[in-house]
Each structure stands twice: as C-alpha cells, then as structure tokens.
C-alpha cells in the first residue's frame, strides 16, 4: 500500500488549520492543545518543540510520549470514513485527532471530547 501524502506533510502546516477551524467556531488554541496533549502525550513545551522541528504528521504520531489508551473509544466517521473501521495505524491516529477537533469545533464540553 503506498504511502498517503499526508503522512509526510509537517504537522506544523496542520495545526494552524485545527486552531482555526476551533476559532471558527468560538473555540480556543489553547483547547486544541488540550486535545493534542490528551491525545498524544506531549507537554506543552513538547509540543512547541515538534512544531518549530517541522515534524512529518507520521513523526509526530510514531514520537507520542504515550498515546492516550481512551483513544479507542474514538468512533464516528469523519471525511466519510468510519474511524473504527481504518485497518492503518497512522491513518487511525490522524483521524482520531481529526474527530477530537470536530467534537471541539461543534461546542462540546471538554470533558466529552475528552472521554473524561
């Protein structure tokens, strides 16, 4: 299977697009990195670090400090794929985090789009 193009994209040409879809809607950066960091495990100043070192989206996800293990619990369709049903584990992960912004963006609580 060939690789998506995606994966070699830096996650620094990503997130300024999750902030701005959560602004857009009357969220904050600030909960984007929440999410993130729920769902990755980076600290704040990890973050920022992957950032500024233009990670591959692919690098960001395969350097997490700890995948956050309620990630399974992720499920809906997104971009007219049923997250639960991407066999590719990069892909899952892209997904689950394209979710958590949905979620975001459509004003749920925190606490629900954390699983909390």
Not at 50 to 78: D, W
Request: hydrophobic letters at 40%.
């Amino acid at each position: 299977m060939a690789k998506h193009r995606i994966y070699s994209m830096s996650f620094a040409k990503v997130y300024p697009l999750l902030v701005a879809k959560a602004e857009k809607k009357g969220r904050t950066k600030a909960e984007v990195d929440e999410v993130i960091r729920w769902l990755t495990g980076y600290s704040r100043k990890a973050l920022e670090s992957q950032l500024k070192k233009q990670t591959s989206y692919e690098e960001f996800f395969a350097q997490a400090p700890r995948m956050n293990p309620l990630r399974g619990t992720i499920t809906g369709v997104i971009c007219g794929v049923r997250i639960e049903t991407i066999e590719e584990p990069t892909m899952r992960e892209i997904r689950y985090l394209d979710k958590l912004i949905d979620d975001l963006a459509k004003g749920k609580a925190m606490e629900k789009v954390l699983r909390a």
